[in-house]
T-cell receptor, first 110, second 114 residues
Framework: GENVEQHPSTLSVQEGDSAVIKCTYS??????FPWYKQELGKGPQLIIDIRSNVGEKKDQRIAVTLNKTAKHFSLHITETQPEDSAVYFCAASMGEKLTFGTGTRLTIIP | GAVVSQHPSRVICKSGTSVKIECRSL??????MFWYRQFPKQSLMLMAT?????????EQGVEKDKFLINHASLTLSTLTVTSAHPEDSSFYICSAREGPRTGFFGPGTRLTVL
């Protein structure tokens, strides 16, 4: 089955700086890669996703890049703000099921 | 669009009792819903996949007789934790599929078994 690794597990960034979270996946058949933000005591919220026929996607301060050959994808958050502090999960899917990474706790330092 | 709700948001019960958690898609029809369990500071683990009108498909290691799933309509799936024990205490989250897009999550249900 699919295996998704995520790094780093924790990340502290000064407010205004950029944050990058990286994930690798094992199954080359995976074709859908969403990113989720989870705040304490809440369900995950989809923040951006990318499909395998696209190499990069951007939505305001958030961008995701995908390297199919290397089987890795990354989340980039620019101009970070305190409200970006949360746990971020990457995931990979080739059908209905999502396989999640282990999560990254992002802390924005004011 | 693609809003998923769960009820209750949190529940505390005594050991041995059963607890039902509802998952609803509010503004779309979800042919498939998924149930996850999340322990503190851990990732989401898929428990089962439910399709409207058919039996749920459980992941390896998940007891189907303990975690009963009913997907009665295109907007409602329920998870019943039967004879709950303290080790079942966890955060239970559902998600729903809308067409080709999957992974719209509910807000989660915090279950505490005393």
């Amino acid at each position: 089955g699919e295996n998704v690794e995520q790094h780093p597990s924790t990340l502290s960034v000064q407010e205004g700086d950029s944050a990058v979270i990286k994930c690798t996946y094992s199954d080359s058949a995976s074709n859908y890669f969403p990113w989720y933000k989870q705040e304490l005591g809440k369900g995950p919220q989809l923040i951006i996703d990318i499909r395998s026929n696209v190499g990069e996607k951007k939505d305001q301060r958030i961008a995701v890049t995908l390297n199919k050959t290397a089987k890795h994808f990354s989340l980039h958050i620019t101009e970070t703000q305190p409200e970006d502090s949360a746990v971020y999960f990457c995931a990979a899917s080739m059908g209905e099921k999502l396989t999640f990474g282990t999560g990254t706790r992002l802390t924005i330092i004011p | 669009g693609a809003v998923v709700s769960q009820h209750p948001s949190r529940v505390i019960c005594k050991s041995g009792t059963s607890v039902k958690i509802e998952c609803r898609s509010l503004d779309f029809q979800a042919t498939t819903m998924f149930w996850y369990r999340q322990f503190p500071k851990q990732s989401l683990m898929l428990m089962a996949t439910s399709n409207e009108g058919s039996k749920a498909t459980y992941e390896q290691g998940v007891e189907k007789d303990k975690f009963l799933i009913n997907h009665a309509s295109l907007t409602l799936s329920t998870l019943t934790v039967t004879s709950a024990h303290p080790e079942d205490s966890s955060f239970y989250i559902c998600s729903a599929r809308e067409g080709p897009r999957t992974g719209f999550f509910g807000p989660g249900t915090r279950l505490t078994v005393l």
